[in-house]
C-alpha cells in the first residue's frame, strides 16, 4: 500500500493506472477504521482492479458545536488495518491540501433529499459531505466509489449529487456491520460508555422490531414508529432525536410502507450522538 498526501500525486497514481486500463474504486472515510470500514474494501476490491481509501476527517461537515477537535484520529492503525485488508493507495491529504483557503466558496447544496433528519438536526452537515466527495471524485476520478448504508440519508444525497451533476461515478452501498449485540458499529462507539452502550442499544432493537411487525404485515408508517418510539421512549438516559419511515431514494416521509423503505433513527446518549436505519 503507498501512502499519498498530496493532490498532485493522487491524480498522477491514478493516471498510470487508468494508462493501462485498471479500473479504480474509492472508499471515502473519516478514519478511525473498524470493520464496517474495512467491508467497504472487500466491496471495492470486487468491483475494481485498484482500491484507493481516504481518511480524511473533513470540517465543513462538523457544526462548531459538533465533535471535529475531538474525533478520534488513530493514522497509524489505520494505515495499517487498510493495507492489511487490501488498500492500493491511501490518500491522507492535510486540511490545507483541500481547502488552501478557509472554506470554499463554491459549495454542492443537496436540496429536498438532504433536508429531514440528520438535515434537520444537522443543517450543514450534506452541504459539507457533498462538497468534500465532490472534490475527492475529481482529484481520484473513480470508475464506483462504495458507501456504507449505516449512513443511508449520505448514500441518498450522494446518489442524487452524482445524478443531478452528471458525475460519471457508480456509486455502491455496502450493508450495516454491527457488533454481536447489534449495535451498528461507529467510529464514534469510542465515546461510549458500558452503560451507554448499553443505553445505544436500544436504538438497532427499536428497528429490527418495526422490521418485524412490517414483516408480519403491518404497513401503516404511523403504527410501525409508535413500535419504535415506545421502546425509546422507555430508557431513560437516552434522548430519541428522530424515528420514521422514508423512502430510500427521496428521503421524504412515507405514510405506507413498502419492501425497500427503509427506517432512520437517530438518539443522543450522553454527549453522543448514535444514527442507525434498516431497510424493510
Ligand atoms: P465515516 O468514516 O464515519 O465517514 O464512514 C466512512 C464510510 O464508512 C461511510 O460510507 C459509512 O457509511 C461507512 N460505515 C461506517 N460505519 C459503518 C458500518 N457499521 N457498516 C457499514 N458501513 C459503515
Known amino acids: 500500500m503507498q501512502v499519498v498526501e498530496t493532490i498532485g500525486e493522487m491524480r498522477h497514481v491514478v493516471a498510470e493506472h487508468r494508462g493501462r486500463g485498471k479500473s479504480v474504486a474509492l472508499v471515502p472515510t473519516m478514519g478511525a477504521l473498524h470493520e464496517g470500514h474495512l467491508t467497504l474494501v472487500d466491496e ?9 481509501m481516504s481518511i480524511f476527517v473533513n470540517p465543513l461537515q462538523f457544526a462548531p458545536s459538533e465533535d471535529f477537535d475531538r474525533y478520534p484520529r488513530t493514522m497509524e492503525e489505520d494505515s495499517a ?33 438532504g433536508k429531514e433528519w440528520e438535515g434537520a438536526v444537522r443543517p450543514h452537515h450534506f452541504e459539507g459531505v457533498l ?3 465532490a472534490k475527492l ?12 448504508q449505516k449512513d443511508l440519508q449520505q448514500v441518498a444525497v450522494v446518489k442524487r449529487m452524482v445524478r443531478d451533476l452528471n458525475f460519471p461515478v457508480g456509486i455502491l452501498m455496502a450493508p450495516i456491520v454491527r457488533e454481536s449485540s447489534g449495535l451498528a458499529m461507529s467510529s464514534r462507539n469510542r465515546y461510549l460508555s458500558a452503560k451507554d452502550r448499553e443505553l445505544g442499544l436500544i436504538l438497532s432493537r427499536a428497528l429490527f422490531a418495526m422490521r418485524d411487525a412490517f414483516a408480519k404485515g ?10 419504535g418510539w415506545r421502546m425509546l421512549e422507555r430508557v431513560v438516559g437516552l434522548t430519541p432525536r428522530y424515528l420514521a419511515a422514508v423512502n ?24 453522543t450522538r448514535l444514527i442507525d436505519n434498516i431497510i424493510f
Open 131 to 133: 462538497t468534500v466527495v
Open 218 to 227: 403491518e404497513r401503516r408508517a404511523s403504527a410501525l414508529e409508535a413500535i
Open 81 to 113: 488495518s487498510a493495507a492489511a485488508r487490501g488498500v492500493d493507495f491511501l490518500f491522507t491529504p492535510v486540511r490545507e491540501e483541500i481547502y488552501p483557503e478557509q472554506a470554499p466558496v463554491v459549495l454542492v447544496h443537496p436540496g429536498s433529499v
Open 248 to 271: 430510500a431514494d427521496t428521503f421524504q416521509r412515507v405514510n405506507n410502507v413498502r419492501h425497500g423503505d427503509a427506517a432512520v433513527g437517530a438518539i443522543r446518549v450522553g454527549e
Open 44 to 52: 471495492a476490491r470486487r468491483v475494481a482492479d485498484i482500491v484507493v
Open 137 to 148: 471524485f475529481n482529484i481520484v476520478m473513480p470508475d464506483v466509489a462504495v458507501f456504507g
